[in-house]
Antibody, heavy 122, light 107 residues
């Protein structure tokens, strides 16, 4: 059974930093691209970032480019999101999601975690 | 950047057919995916590449895509189908684009 478990969400002040983690199990982690998708309270889904199976390719939404960094450790079956210079508008539930392809060249999400809540507030 | 437009809400009588649209410029040339999100839960993929159902998704869910509109069709709607539905495509400039979401109400 595929499982994705996010962690690391907390309340952080504007301008602060945070690292989210996603622990994957139930599939061969290093065969697949992975994503972060977020959802602000009461709002729709917003794609954040994509990383290819080997970490060689990464992509970001314009809203986070230059502030967030996606990475993965295939030896630990883990996905990460380093979030810097956080803003109030980054407040959201952050989901880790699996892509059914290795490169994420035609991305979609076949499995999702339950999310971890990030609140940016003073 | 590419944009997807969905109606905010759709209502359907119990047992009838619901159709949720997703509009985009020449969306028929793209692969459209649909997600169902029930309150307090993570999204679930219900249709991929326009009209394909993942395993475990009822045959009542179907999809089509042509011209400037993609459509998710839910036949014989059930109370358990009440949820928010999102369409999604890949775009070369934006990578991943989601529609704004449609709240389905089963009356």
């Amino acid at each position: 059974e595929v499982q994705l478990v996010e962690s690391g969400g907390v309340v952080v002040q504007p301008g602060g930093s945070l690292r989210l983690s996603c622990a994957a199990s139930g599939f061969t982690f290093d065969d697949y691209a992975m994503h972060w998708v977020r959802q602000a309270p009461g709002k729709g889904l917003e794609w954040v970032s994509l990383i290819s199976w080997d970490g060689g390719s990464t992509y970001y939404a314009d809203s986070v480019k230059g502030r967030f960094t996606i990475s993965r450790d295939n030896s630990k079956n883990s996905l990460y999101l380093q979030m810097n210079s956080l803003r109030a508008e980054d407040t959201a539930l952050y989901y880790c999601a699996k892509d059914p392809s290795s490169g994420g060249t035609a991305p979609r999400f076949d499995y999702w975690g339950q999310g971890t809540l990030v609140t940016v507030s003073s | 950047s590419y944009e997807l437009t969905q109606p905010l809400s759709v209502s359907v009588a119990l047992g009838q057919t619901a159709r949720i649209t997703c509009g985009g410029n020449n969306i028929g040339s793209k692969n459209v995916h649909w997600y169902q999100q029930k309150p307090g839960q993570a999204p679930v993929l219900v249709i991929y590449r326009d009209s394909n159902r993942p395993s475990g998704i009822p045959e009542r869910f179907s999809g089509s895509n042509s011209g400037n509109t993609a459509t998710l069709t839910i036949s014989r709607a059930q109370a358990g189908d009440e949820a928010d539905y999102y369409c999604q495509v890949w775009d070369s400039s934006t990578v991943v684009v989601f529609g704004g979401g449609t709240k389905l109400t089963v009356l």
